[in-house]
T-cell receptor, first 116, second 113 residues
Framework: GAGVSQTPSNKVTEKGKYVELRCDPI?????LYWYRQSLGQGPEFLIY????????DSGLPNDRFFAVRPEGSVSTLKIQRTERGDSAVYLC??????????????FGEGSRLTVL | KQEVTQIPAALSVPEGENLVLNCSFT??????LQWFRQDPGKGLTSLLL?????REQTSGRLNASLDKSSGRSTLYIAASQPGDSATYLC????????????FGAGTILRVKS
C-alpha cells in the first residue's frame, strides 16, 4: 500500500488476555519499528527490525511483549497476559533502512489498545 | 541517556501569527532530527527531516533549524492557520543507539480563528 497500515485500529480486551497487533510497512522499506505512546507523552521505542531480524529489542518492557517479522515485511506485536498498564497507542513505522545512515520514518495510524 | 524536551507544552495563538516551537536534546551525537505533526487520535505525519550536517530545512510555511552543538532545534510556522492546530513532536536519531528515534513529549498548538 501507499502508507504504513496497522490493524486493528482499536482493540479492547480484558486483563490477562493475549493480543496481537499487525503492521504492514511501506513496500520496499526494510526497516520496521514499533513504538508505544501513552496519553500526553511522546512515543517510546519498543523494537526495531532490519529485514527479518530484530536488530534492537531494548525497548520491550518485559517478556510478555514479543514481536516477529518472519518474511521481512509484515510484523506482528504480541502481548501476553495483558495488564491495565499496557493500555496505550501502539505505533508502527518503516523506513528505507541502510547501515550507513538512517532515513526518514513514516508512521501508521496506530492501534489503540485498552485493557479493562 | 538522551532526553528530548519541548517548550512550550501548549501554545494558543490567533490566526495569522508567526510562531516558534522549541526542542532541546542532551546528547549532540545524532544522525538527524525529525519534526512530526500528530492530529488527535491519529498517527504521526513527518514534516521535516534535518540531517546532522544541515542547519535548516524548509517546506512551505514551515522552517526547521538545527544547532547540533548546543542541542537545539526550532520549528518556525509562518502565518499560522486554524488547520495547523495539532501536536508537534520532535525526535532525534542518536548515534549511540543507532536506529531508534527519541521523542519529546510534544507541543500542543491551537490556532484560533
Amino acid at each position: 500500500g501507499a502508507g504504513v497500515s496497522q490493524t486493528p485500529s482499536n482493540k479492547v480486551t480484558e486483563k490477562g488476555k493475549y493480543v496481537e497487533l499487525r503492521c504492514d510497512p511501506i513496500s520496499g522499506h526494510t526497516a520496521l519499528y514499533w513504538y508505544r505512546q501513552s496519553l500526553g507523552q511522546g512515543p517510546e521505542f519498543l523494537i526495531y527490525f532490519q529485514g527479518t531480524g530484530a536488530a534492537d529489542d531494548s525497548g520491550l518492557p518485559n517478556d510478555r511483549f514479543f514481536a516477529v517479522r518472519p518474511e521481512g515485511s509484515v510484523s506482528t506485536l504480541k502481548i501476553q497476559r495483558t495488564e491495565r498498564g499496557d493500555s496505550a497507542v501502539y505505533l508502527c513505522a518503516s523506513s528505507l533502512g541502510t547501515s550507513g545512515g538512517p532515513g526518514e520514518l513514516f508512521f501508521g495510524e496506530g492501534s489503540r489498545l485498552t485493557v479493562l | 541517556k538522551q532526553e528530548v524536551t519541548q517548550i512550550p507544552a501548549a501554545l494558543s495563538v490567533p490566526e495569522g501569527e508567526n510562531l516558534v516551537l522549541n526542542c532541546s536534546f542532551t546528547d549532540s551525537a545524532i544522525y538527524n532530527l525529525q519534526w512530526f505533526r500528530q492530529d488527535p487520535g491519529k498517527g504521526l505525519t513527518s514534516l521535516l527531516l534535518i540531517q546532522s550536517s544541515q542547519r535548516e530545512q524548509t517546506s512551505g510555511r514551515l522552517n526547521a533549524s538545527l544547532d547540533k552543538s548546543s542541542g537545539r532545534s526550532t520549528l518556525y510556522i509562518a502565518a499560522s492557520q486554524p488547520g495547523d492546530s495539532a501536536t508537534y513532536l520532535c525526535a532525534v536519531r542518536e548515534i549511540r543507539s543507532g536506529n531508534k528515534l527519541v521523542f519529546g513529549a510534544g507541543t500542543i498548538l491551537r490556532v484560533k480563528s
